[in-house]
């Protein structure tokens, strides 16, 4: 089977074909950050073609694929009621990834962006994205619509919102999926799986001491906790939420101590006198360090539980991001020679997940 992919970052479809024992050959590779290709090549064999920018590559010099992936970034269509086809995403990420499926005729194609997507530019983004893919003959869900743009790609699509921790991995990770067949058939998205790993699950041995919050750090989020609770960004207790998961991975986790790099569940041990402490944080990417099996069923609604000053609270390490994303240990360990701590975050925040893709592939091949 001949791949390529656009945006490819760390490469999640070729880890997802690796992990199905797909037979396939990687025709190109496209990625313009440098530390993600340095991580690429690490962690797998060189493509075929290893471009560094989609807007710069001749589409005609690339061989039709079987299947082509992209994670195409999300930009409005300043369309104001034209309806103008390629002519209203021209200058847009997505024209280019487009173009190329219009060039290049891959038999099915993965495209991926956030749950954002369907609401961006109230909808128009996502409706002129689904009638530029499917008009001239395709279809959308199964069904024909009227065409609105003479130039559709006439591609038969299917779009569904997929969440990370319903295939096997404990992070609520919510994506839109569009997959595309150039040829009419029958498709439907994998169902949802039971969740049996959690959290604990996914953490790290022993981890360095470096990924700890100091007492002067927790003080600080302390003398702000008023002014973060106000904004709604603070150190937030969620009673609703007894799944033991992480919120999505984001790009963002080696960055400042105000960034908004992670959100994911606090959890603590319970004390006898402290009651369960779980905590919802929208401002550091941090965890409570010990862990017991028991919390589920420790929390007391009538005393909401407080953080205390001794607890020791730390980031989630490079690691436990890439196994949130569902990658191998041995691939994030040689993605680890070579890149630092803040690109392998920002790597884990930028990928697919990998546990996703696995069942969206399997059900297209």
């Known amino acids: 089977m001949k ?19 797909v037979d396939f050959e990687q025709v190109f590779t496209c990625e313009i950050d440098k530390y993600a290709r340095q991580s690429y090549l690490a962690m797998h064999q060189a493509p075929g073609k290893f471009y560094n920018d989609i807007t710069e590559r001749d589409h005609k010099e690339v061989e039709q694929l079987d ?29 280019n990834v487009a173009e190329f499926i219009q060039i290049n005729q891959p038999k099915m194609f993965i495209l991926e962006n956030v749950k954002g997507l369907l609401s961006h530019d109230n909808g128009r983004t996502y409706q002129t994205i689904t009638d530029i893919l499917t008009n001239g003959g395709g279809t959308l869900n199964g069904q024909m619509s009227l065409d609105v743009f003479e130039d559709g790609l006439g ?21 839109i999926f569009i997959v595309g ?58 009673p609703t939420d007894g799944e033991c998961i992480s919120t999505s991975i984001t790009t963002k986790e080696g960055g400042g101590i105000e960034s908004n790099f992670l959100n994911l569940e606090w959890i603590a041990d319970y004390r006898a006198d402290e009651g369960l402490r779980i905590r919802k944080d929208n401002c550091a990417p941090c965890l409570l360090a010990s862990m017991k099996d028991d919390w589920q069923n420790t929390y007391s609604m009538g005393n909401p539980p407080i953080l205390k000053y001794s607890t020791k609270i730390r980031r989630l390490t490079p690691l436990e991001c890439w196994r949130l994303q569902a990658f191998p240990d041995d691939a994030f360990f040689k993605a680890q020679a070579v890149c630092s701590d803040t690109q392998l975050y920002k ?14 592939l399997n059900k297209m091949i």
Not at 70 to 91: E, L, T
Not at 203 to 221: E, V
Not at 347 to 360: F, H, P
């Open 3 to 21: 791949v390529g992919t656009d945006f490819s970052g760390i490469g999640a479809p070729e880890m997802a074909l690796i992990n199905l024992q």
């Open 67 to 95: 299947l082509y992936c992209a994670g195409f970034p999300c930009q409005a269509f300043s369309i104001a009621g034209q309806r103008k086809g390629f002519d209203d995403v021209r200058g847009t990420l997505f024209f």
């Open 155 to 175: 591609y038969h699509c299917y779009t569904q919102v997929l969440n990370t921790k319903d295939f096997g991995i404990p992070q609520n990770r919510e994506r």
């Open 181 to 238: 067949f150039k040829d009419f058939r029958e498709f439907s998205f994998p169902k949802a799986e039971p969740l049996e790993l959690r959290l604990k699950d996914m953490l790290q041995d022993n981890p360095n001491a470096k990924y700890y919050l100091s007492d002067k750090m927790i003080d600080y989020f302390y003398g702000n906790s008023q002014k973060n609770k106000d904004k709604g960004n603070g150190f937030r207790f969620n």
């Open 347 to 360: 790597q884990a925040g930028n990928s697919i997940s990998v546990n996703v893709l696995e069942r969206i």
